[in-house]
């Protein structure tokens, strides 16, 4: 796949229309904006920082609605909110809303079952443009870490949009009210609050990409300065350049695109002060090129390839996202078919539509169109969902009765190192199915018993008898979580209780990954007080642990070392430890799944191969070097002595790319229970 998710590093803003006179330079711009997204999406590594065509974008939205509310009042005096969300919703909604109902009608042919349950989450949301606020949830949301990207998650910088519209056109009408109160300039107030915008979304832009990441990417509020610092170039009165000035200033802003575009590389850290860079360069050339540019790049400006892009690039961002998600194999294919759509849409849909007059009777009648066509969108997603939950209810109905009457070799059981059975029931039921296997979760997994990535604490919970005397506590991030069932199951049989100290994206180490690094800590400070917790509880008789290890640590430290010492405080305390090994990974963006739902009856076509399933594990290391530490190579619990299969024993061993089904957790109770009686020495 060549494609480049939107969530890590999301497409372009949508290209907002003028309402000035024509202007070959901003459709230029358009064009470059839309032709560096779409690169980007296709050719990941040719265009690094392609996704700065939403900064582009954003600026040219703010200076020209600015530039039109301006004017407006310029002539009459006054704004007409109904006249501009009228036009907004002619231009906008008809090719969105085509989009959106096109690619509903096409899921159930083109995209696999796991992946109807985000095209419904997400494309409701983009009916009532929240997409950008939903995305900003699942980027902090760790259940949601490699979900397959749906394909709407492009509309959340349309979403962006909508949200400033909706809102700076009220600044206006506030401002003129506030002016004629005061006898002030219009001007004077709308440009004061226009700042004002402009200076506190960039500090909390400036603020969030600190700490927070991702969410910051996608939330209006650390985006708006864009928008607000184009319309801070609508009150520019025109430069007195000569075009020779403004031709060469255009095309060093230009150049400045062109270059942020290819060596900019770091989306976790944007939109931020990074951002000033594509943003300036843009409000740059929008002043340069409010008169015509001369000579060669003039030509180039208006030639009609550049003019027909920037004229297209709505319905060309639109569509490019959602081919590439059927076609990630055939970016050329993806590309053609593109502009092939973009082409029609833009003329049976757009330019038709923009014709509609924008007062009057007109008017009413656009939104009412817009009110109806919404409906029939949202409509479509829940008739989607619907069938989509028909079809799992029948699948969950008939690996519920499989696991009620459970045949021998369920599971784990099916699997030795020379070979596994995909189904040892006669039924071909997969459990859980794949559609269902992201809600396959332990009990901790959501909410009050671990804590998410930037907390500086860890939760104790418990599970089991309260008064059993054998008391197991198990420590660490998901992949240690992910054995709770097993543990749960332990409890039950062996008349245990088990405490949990989980902690989301945080090995239980000294040593410190790069995310952590880059949050100032807080799964170190964690860490440090579940070492202390375990240490004062003297009930505890075994501590049971993993970790994903195969990920980027802190400079300078050394991930075994990191074990290593907290391992041996533990031993020094008189504590067992069991370590379990870190588990195969699967096919990212749910391929594994995708692969499972489409072959249900073939399974065993999704195994991968072991040498490049089960990933580097800085504990081993660790614990060769840490004596009287239980090492456990859980290799054998997934994989043959070659591959490692997707489903065993009619059951599905991953619920995304790196967890465990809790269906399969439990079923590796016995395994676990044996490793934890031989370190404790029990019959």
Not at 121 to 134: D, E, K, P
Not at 200 to 217: D, E, I, K, N, Q
Not at 470 to 495: F, K, N, R
Not at 585 to 606: F, I, S
Request: one cysteine or more; glycine letters at 6%; proline letters at 8%.
């Amino acid at each position: 796949m060549t494609h480049a998710a939107p969530v890590s590093a999301p497409p372009a803003a949508i290209p907002s229309p003028g309402t000035r006179s024509f202007s070959p330079e901003i459709q230029a711009l358009r064009a470059f904006a839309v032709v560096a997204v779409v690169a980007y999406h296709l050719w990941p590594g040719a265009v690094p920082g392609g996704f700065v065509g939403v900064d582009v974008f954003f600026v040219l939205s703010g200076y020209l609605i600015t530039g039109h509310m301006l004017r407006e009042h310029a002539r009459s005096g006054r704004f007409s909110l109904a006249s501009f969300y009228a036009r907004r919703v002619r231009r906008i909604a008809p090719a969105a809303l085509l989009v959106l109902l096109a690619t509903a009608a096409a899921t159930p042919f083109l995209l696999p079952e796991p992946r109807w349950h985000e095209v419904v989450r997400t494309g409701i949301a983009s009916v009532v443009s929240g997409t950008n606020w939903l995305l900003a949830l699942d980027s902090v949301d760790y259940l949601a870490e490699g979900t397959a990207p749906s394909p709407f998650q492009h509309y959340w910088s349309l979403a962006v949009e909508e949200q400033f519209y909706l809102v700076w056109p009220l600044l206006a009408v506030a401002a003129i009210a506030w002016a004629r109160r005061r006898r002030q300039a219009f001007r004077r107030v709308f440009l004061v609050s226009a700042a004002t915008v402009f200076a506190v979304s960039l500090a909390l832009s400036a603020l969030s990409t600190l700490g927070t990441g991702p969410a910051s990417y996608f939330a209006t509020t650390t985006r708006a300065w864009e928008l607000a610092l184009g319309g801070l170039a609508a009150f520019v009165p025109a430069l007195g350049w000569s075009p020779r000035t403004r031709t060469v200033t255009f095309g060093l802003a230009v150049a400045a695109l062109v270059a942020v575009c290819l060596a900019l590389d770091e989306p976790e850290r944007y939109p931020g002060w990074l951002a000033l860079l594509p943003c300036a360069a843009t409000a740059v050339a929008v002043l340069a090129g409010e008169t015509t540019v001369t000579g060669a790049l003039g030509r180039a400006v208006r030639s009609r390839g550049v003019q027909w892009l920037g004229d297209a690039s709505f319905s060309l961002y639109l569509w490019h996202w959602p081919v590439l998600l059927v076609l990630p194999d055939s970016p050329w294919l993806a590309l053609v078919s593109s502009l092939a759509l973009a082409w029609a849409s833009r003329r049976y849909v757009e330019v038709p539509c923009l014709r509609a007059p924008a007062s009057g009777p007109g008017m009413r009648r656009t939104f009412a169109v817009f009110v109806t066509a919404s409906v029939a969108v949202a409509v479509a997603f829940v008739a989607l969902a619907v069938v989509g939950d028909h079809r799992a209810d029948r699948r969950a109905d008939a690996g519920a009765q499989l696991l009620a009457d459970p045949p021998a070799g369920l599971g784990p059981d099916a699997l030795t190192p020379g070979g596994f059975t995909s189904f040892v029931a006669t039924r071909d039921v997969i459990v859980p199915s794949p559609e269902r296997a992201r809600r396959d979760l332990p009990e901790g997994a959501e909410g009050r018993c671990k804590s998410d990535m930037g907390s500086p604490s860890t939760p104790v919970c418990e599970f089991g008898a309260p008064d059993a005397d054998l008391v197991i506590a198990l420590v660490g991030d998901s992949h240690a979580e992910q054995y709770l069932p097993a543990l749960q199951s332990i409890a039950e049989t062996h008349d245990a209780r088990v405490l949990t100290f989980f902690h989301s994206s945080c090995p239980f180490s000294t040593a410190q990954r790069a995310t952590d690094a880059a949050r100032g800590g807080p799964c170190l400070t964690a860490n440090d007080a579940t070492l202390a917790a375990l240490l004062a509880d003297d009930a505890i008789d075994v501590v049971v642990t993993s970790a994903r290890t195969a990920v980027p640590w802190a400079e300078g430290d050394v991930p075994a070392d990191g074990f290593v010492e907290i391992w041996q405080a533990l031993l020094a305390d008189g504590l067992p430890i069991v370590v379990l090994g870190d588990n195969p990974l699967m096919l990212p963006d749910d391929g594994t799944l995708d692969c499972v739902a489409a072959k249900p009856h073939a399974p065993d076509e999704c195994a991968r191969p072991r040498s490049e399933a089960m990933p580097v594990d800085h504990q081993a290391d660790a614990a060769r070097r840490t004596p009287g530490v239980r090492w456990v190579d859980t290799t054998a619990w997934f994989c043959t002595d070659t591959t490692c299969p997707a489903v065993v024993g009619n059951v599905l061993v991953h619920r995304d790319e790196q967890h465990l089904t809790t269906t399969y957790a439990r079923l590796l109770d016995t395994r676990v229970w044996a490793e934890i009686a031989a370190e404790l020495r029990l019959p």
